[in-house]
C-alpha cells in the first residue's frame, strides 16, 4: 500500500505532462490541415528523386 503513495502523483504529474504537451501542439496548430498533407504524400507532383 505504501506503493500507492508514490505511483499516484507521479502517474499525475506524467498525465499531466502528456496533457500539456497535446495543448502545445494544438495551440502551435500542428493539426490543422491532416486531410491536406495525406494527400501531399500520396502526391508524384512534389517529387525529389532524379529522374532516370
Known sequence: MNVLAYL????LVL???GLAAF???V???QYDDP???AQR????E????PKS
Open 8 to 11: 499516484i502523483p507521479i502517474s
Open 15 to 17: 498525465g499531466g505532462l
Open 23 to 25: 495543448l502545445y501542439t
Open 27 to 29: 495551440k502551435s496548430r
Open 35 to 37: 486531410e491536406g498533407d
Open 41 to 44: 504524400i500520396l502526391s508524384d
Open 46 to 49: 512534389y517529387d525529389d528523386r
